[in-house]
């Protein structure tokens, strides 16, 4: 069975400045996909970034990108000029290519940001 | 225009009481899932649903009893509430298939069991 783990409960980083978040994951499969999700204060889950095992490039969307590293099953996430509005929980999900869909998280990541 | 709807977002209920929370996409999708996340906030599968045929049934007592009337819509019922089951239950939504899409989900139901 595939299994995720974010091993940072908590983080923190200064309004504008950088900040990764770490993830990897156990799976004895080749095809998949990688999520980062991001929870508000809302308590709705937001798609914040996709990583497929097959592309070697890493993905970005805008302040968000990937440093995806299959061989090291390691799918990390960096924000670029953070902004208040990033503070939320982040959860690394995996999921199959195939077979049954289910998404597996790891235990989330709940990121302040410091004004 | 909301793609995956829950009702209702907060429910308070009894002990022993029997309570169903209901969901509906309108993406058109094929599948449809129910995920748990408790007070650790950690989220786990419970069931998911595919063109209304159950595809995944995690261990989960069965007291939990998911009806999909429709490829639609995808229901939750809980007999016998206990203490435990107080947590944020999510319904989500994908096409499905192994198309390269991500899950949409729901704003969640917050269950409080007293």
């Known amino acids: 069975a595939q299994t995720v783990t974010q091993s940072q409960p908590e983080m923190s980083v200064q309004e504008a400045e950088t900040v990764t978040l770490s993830c990897t994951y156990d799976?004895?499969?080749?095809?998949?996909?990688l999520f980062w999700y991001k929870q508000p204060p809302s308590r709705q889950m937001i798609l914040v970034i996709r990583?497929?095992?097959?592309?070697?490039q890493n993905a970005t969307e805008n302040r968000f990108s990937v440093n995806f590293q299959k061989a090291a099953k390691s799918f990390s996430l960096k924000i670029s000029d953070s902004q208040l509005g990033d503070a939320a929980m982040y959860f690394c999900?995996?999921?199959?290519?195939?077979?049954?869909?289910?998404?597996?998280f790891g235990q989330g990541t709940r990121l302040t940001i410091n004004p | 225009d909301t793609a995956v709807s829950q009702t209702p977002k907060y429910l308070v209920t009894q002990m022993g009481n029997d309570k169903s929370i209901k969901c509906e996409q309108n993406?058109?999708?094929?599948?449809m899932y129910w995920y748990k996340q408790d007070s650790k906030k950690f989220l786990k599968i419970m069931f998911s649903?595919?063109?209304?045929?159950?595809?995944i049934n995690e261990t989960v007592p069965n007291r939990f009893s998911p009806k999909s009337p429709d490829k639609a819509h995808l229901n939750l019922h809980i007999n016998s509430l206990e203490l435990g089951d107080s947590a944020v239950y999510f319904c989500?939504?994908?096409?499905?298939?192994?198309?390269?899409?991500?899950?949409?989900f729901g704003q969640g139901t917050r269950l409080t069991v007293v």
């Open positions: 989500a939504s994908s096409p499905g298939g192994g198309q390269d899409t991500e899950a949409f």
């Open positions: 799976t004895s499969e080749s095809d998949y996909y």
């Open positions: 990583q497929e095992a097959y592309k070697q």
């Open positions: 999900a995996y999921r199959s290519a195939w077979g049954a869909q289910k998404l597996v």
């Open positions: 993406l058109g999708h094929d599948t």
């Open positions: 649903y595919n063109n209304k045929e159950l595809i």
